[in-house]
């Protein structure tokens, strides 16, 4: 009897051609010189070709999915507005945070001599149209919040579901930073990546997580337009550059630590606000159903009626999403206490117990990703120092 392929083989296999394909395309754009148009073209084309659709089509075919449950079980989910909202502001607040991690690990990069122009392009500090701005937002915001998430809050978090949820965080978080084949990105990436993957099972969809991407690559694009166009916070880079560079060294460091500190409060508020309106949301939608379907679980056992028995002569399949519930029947202000029997001990996203552990040949194909992910990451350090 042919053995099935385990689903984190699957994912694997899967991620390893994006890396691949990804580093092959690299290495072709930085042999032959392109035109900026192309250029533009190549990378739009590399987001939704190898970020999104490679993804998702071999995903569908390896695992033989329908389309929408290849959405579903990428957590594919809407949320509401004021989810939306809460994510917009969280994506504001995690750009200023990263700012913050990327310019203390530069610190450490730069102090080995590492020139951060290596294989990087620098855009000019002249004229910004509007017409350009709005392509690079496509390109450099749009595209990259939805296929990157998709590739890795989607198809990486559903894939390693045989893990547990801080294993599966620190792994993608980590995947993610190497995607970015450049020392300079690696770090910051990595933190962000892991976030995003924590929000993932918070809110029980990626959508929080596209918007939050969009928004941190977005912020960093409308930056330097207001900069070039003198529009509001167009001076915010260079009032910041001057107070790090001329400021009292101990003030300064006092500064950042202060102002990481009340970001970092009025981040962990808007998780909990966005977690309240979208997975505290979901539970007590379940929680509503939980109970009226054990009210009339207990109004048919009082004519001496099976329900499920009933249910299946009607041709009504059961909602397997409904958890168990449990009625105290004991009043508190003159309700009944309902306690909901769901279970956290192994993957929120899922509530699939998966007991068996990924084998050696399972994880063939992700440490054959992470080799080349390092190596390149490396590469760009040593030719950077070099």
């Not at 956290?344 to 063939?364: E, Q, R, V």
Request: proline residues 3%; glycine residues 8%; positive net charge.
């Amino acid at each position: 009897m042919k053995k099935q392929r385990s689903l984190f083989f699957d994912t694997s296999l899967i991620y390893f051609v994006v890396i691949v394909l990804f580093v092959g395309l690299r290495i072709f754009s930085n042999l032959v010189s392109v035109s900026s148009t192309v250029g533009i073209i190549l990378n739009a084309g590399v987001q939704i070709l190898f970020m999104l659709l490679i993804p998702f089509f071999m995903y569908k075919f390896l695992r033989k999915k329908k389309s929408v449950e290849v959405l579903k079980e990428f957590n594919v989910k809407p949320i509401g507005a004021k989810a939306v909202l809460y994510a917009i502001l969280i994506g504001f607040i995690v750009y200023f945070l990263n700012l913050a991690v990327a310019s203390f690990f530069n610190v450490f990069i730069y102090s080995t001599g590492y020139d951060p122009s290596f294989g990087m392009s620098s855009s000019s500090g002249g004229s910004y149209p509007l017409a350009t701005f709005l392509l690079d937002v496509v390109v450099t915001a749009i595209l990259p919040g939805i296929c990157e998430e998709f590739c890795h809050r989607g198809l990486l978090v559903n894939g390693f579901k045989q893990l547990d949820i801080k294993k599966t965080v620190l792994l993608v978080g980590f995947l993610f930073g190497l995607m970015h084949l450049n020392v300079e990105q690696f770090f910051y990436a990595s933190i962000i990546g892991m976030f995003l993957t924590l929000l993932v099972y918070i809110t029980g969809s990626i959508i929080p997580s596209m918007i939050i991407h969009f928004m941190n690559n977005f912020m960093g694009l409308y930056l330097t337009f207001a900069q070039a166009n003198k529009l509001p916070m167009g001076d915010f880079s260079s009032n910041l550059v001057s107070w790090l560079t001329n400021g009292n060294a101990g003030a300064v460091f006092i500064g950042i630590i202060f102002v990481i500190v009340i970001m970092l409060g009025i981040l962990i508020f808007l998780v909990f606000g966005l977690m309240k309106s979208t997975r505290v949301k979901q539970f007590e939608k379940l929680a509503r159903k939980a109970i009226a379907k054990k009210e009339r679980e207990q109004l048919f056992e009082e004519f001496n009626l099976d329900a499920r028995q009933v249910d299946a002569d009607a041709g009504i399949e059961e909602d397997k999403e409904i958890p168990e519930v449990i009625i105290n029947d004991a009043p508190r202000g003159g309700k009944r206490g309902v306690i909901i029997d769901i279970n956290f001990s192994n993957n929120m996203l899922y509530g699939d117990n998966f007991i068996k552990k990924p084998s050696l040949i399972d994880k063939a194909f992700l440490y054959g990703t992470i080799f080349i992910g390092i190596f390149i990451t490396l590469s760009t350090l040593i030719w950077g120092i070099m």
